[in-house]
């Protein structure tokens, strides 16, 4: 079966690994924000090459003569992106917003699409891509659905389930599904950390259970690499919870605990969970001797 054209909005680390492992490259039309800028312009443009897919000058170029479009772009740019889209995407073109964002945003979105004349079609990615790829497992909620299922087949995902015909119904269960998911990492992060301080990390995690180190090194590494973009995703939880009238206050402080492991920039982090947790305590001890200097 050929593959649907397909078009791109964004091109991090979902738009790449989904690109490189359906061998997208007659297919798929991309456009980032990045190259738009000056010092990451020429970065973005070697990614597309090295997936081997057709990078777009703008966005306009990307969506208006593709049937497909999904959109993979950071939560706080979700409703900007399908706005900046919605005037530009070809008539009943379907667009997929596969962002980790709240119900709401993405009925903001929507209403934004299909008042220009597209479908809009709710996707939650509910795994990391890596190393899921194209089997990563997709939620599908809108009137088009099923329409949808059928197209990202064809571009090679394997693993899509529709859960409802309302925009909303996906997202609602990525969104609450990650006050656990994202709450574990930053407990982990809570946890770990003290423990190093008492001296007493190796006691803590053998008391958790033997699988409990990797599970730690594997949750503090989401936290250091994808930190920013998990708080950002995590404030569209917040509002999902208080959306629906449920408390949120674990959830915002787990906001604030990816953010500030975020912001400390070690991409990548180094190997084994030790070396991660002394590299984050050396960080932030100087950040406090700034802020104390200061």
């Not at 053998?206 to 404030?235: C, F, I, Q, T």
């Amino acid at each position: 079966m050929d593959q649907i054209a397909v078009a791109l909005i964004g091109f991090g680390e979902a738009g790449r690994s989904f690109a490189e492992a359906g061998s997208w490259s007659t297919s798929a039309r991309v456009f980032d924000v990045l190259t738009d800028d000056p010092a990451s312009a020429d970065r973005k443009r070697r990614e597309y090459l090295a997936a081997g897919v057709a990078g777009s000058d703008t966005l306009a170029d990307a969506v208006s003569r593709s049937p497909l479009v999904l959109s993979l772009v950071t939560a706080d740019q979700a409703v900007v992106a399908a706005r900046a889209a919605a005037s530009l995407v070809a008539p009943a073109a379907m667009f997929c917003d596969m962002n980790s964002v709240a119900p709401e945003t993405k009925r903001i979105a929507a209403q934004t699409i299909e008042a220009a004349g597209g479908w809009y079609v709710d996707v939650a990615v509910m795994a990391p891509v890596n190393p899921a790829k194209l089997s990563v497992p997709l939620l599908l909620s809108g009137v088009r659905g099923s329409d949808a299922a059928a197209a990202l087949e064809r571009l090679g995902f394997t693993n899509i389930r529709v859960v409802g015909d309302k925009v909303g119904q996906a997202s609602a269960i990525k969104m609450i599904r990650s006050v656990m998911v994202k709450g574990i990492e930053a407990l982990t992060a809570e946890c770990v950390l003290a423990a190093e301080r008492a001296g007493v990390t190796a006691e803590v995690l053998g008391s958790l259970g033997p699988e409990w180190d990797a599970k730690a090194d594997y949750n503090l590494d989401r936290m250091m690499v994808h930190g920013l973009r998990r708080a950002a995703e995590m404030e569209e939880v917040a509002l999902t919870l208080e959306g629906l009238g449920a408390a949120s206050g674990m959830t915002r402080e787990a906001v604030a605990l990816h953010r500030r492991l975020g912001r400390l920039g070690v991409t990548p982090p180094p190997e084994g969970l030790s070396a991660k947790i002394e590299k984050i305590t050396d960080l932030e001890s100087k950040l406090v001797g700034r802020v104390d200097a200061a």
